[in-house]
């Protein structure tokens, strides 16, 4: 009994240091490690070892029906629990994967959507920018070397981008050669921080090929947490970025967000 409490008191010990490591539902194992040692702990006090004249699996003592009683629903009960927690955890995974861009590892457009929706949450009428990038002349890139170096390419500049962008900001990869930023920024941080990204992609000596980047940005005040209203903002960013394009390519534009547009 003293070993079988001690094992679950260790047993407890563990559960509530993973608890900080990993990201999943541990109260259910908790409460079920709690009652078995509590329940372990009662037998010390009450269980007086006195032997049972009966014969076979209860035989000991008095309190040996409970026991076993209890060990069968605790190893149910936590087999049932660790059961679901590996399933969560799995889950919580698969979610992530589906956020992520499994070339340039960032963000893809569905993980953009939910964490800019947090962060315009939080935004608490701060001003929010919405950055679109276009890399120039990318397809003649892919045509002329090959979609390999178009994927170094793409990498350098995630590396450039990450190298420079602030870590409230959120980064990814809406398809192609095209990504997204969105955070909590005004005009003049924004415009500073767009210059400084196509300054590190046009000056890169990492890149196997030489290139350079479009880019568009608005800044406005959103309170709504929709696609459409997230739609709306990154639609003035691209339509900032359609002005970049069509002035020369390799330059920085702004478009002022108008919240209804």
């Excluded at 490690?33 to 009966?54: E, K």
């Excluded at 956020?99 to 457009?109: A, M």
């Excluded at 300054?199 to 980047?213: F, G, M, N, R």
């Amino acid at each position: 009994t003293l070993l079988c409490g001690l094992y679950s008191a260790a047993f407890f010990y563990e559960l509530c240091r993973l608890r900080q490591i990993i990201k999943t539902t541990f109260w259910p194992a908790i409460v079920l490690v709690s009652i078995h040692l509590l329940f372990q702990f009662a037998r010390l006090l009450f269980d007086q070892f006195v032997p049972d004249s009966r014969n076979g699996a209860i035989g000991g003592s008095h309190f040996s029906l409970y026991v076993i009683l209890e060990s069968i629903l605790f190893i149910i009960g936590l087999s049932f629990t660790l059961l679901a927690m590996v399933n969560e955890r799995s889950q919580m995974k698969l979610d992530r994967m589906s956020q992520i861009d499994p070339l340039t590892n960032t963000l893809n457009r569905r993980g953009l959507y939910l964490v800019a929706a947090d962060i315009i949450r939080r935004s608490q009428q701060r001003p929010c920018t919405a950055i679109i990038f276009d890399l120039d002349h990318f397809k003649s890139i892919n045509d002329t070397h090959g979609h390999f170096k178009g994927d170094e390419i793409l990498l350098d500049f995630c590396r450039r981008v990450s190298e420079k962008i602030p870590p409230h900001l959120c980064f990814a990869r809406l398809g192609g050669e095209e990504f997204a930023a969105i955070g909590l920024l005004n005009q003049q941080q924004a415009g500073e921080l767009c210059e400084q990204i196509r300054q590190a992609a046009e000056q890169s000596l990492s890149s196997p090929i030489p290139y350079t980047v479009s880019i568009g940005f608005t800044t406005g005040s959103i309170n709504d947490t929709h696609r459409p209203a997230l739609n709306s903002l990154l639609e003035t960013a691209d339509f900032a970025l359609y002005q970049a394009k069509t002035s020369g390519r390799n330059r920085v534009c702004f478009q002022l967000f108008m919240a209804g547009m």
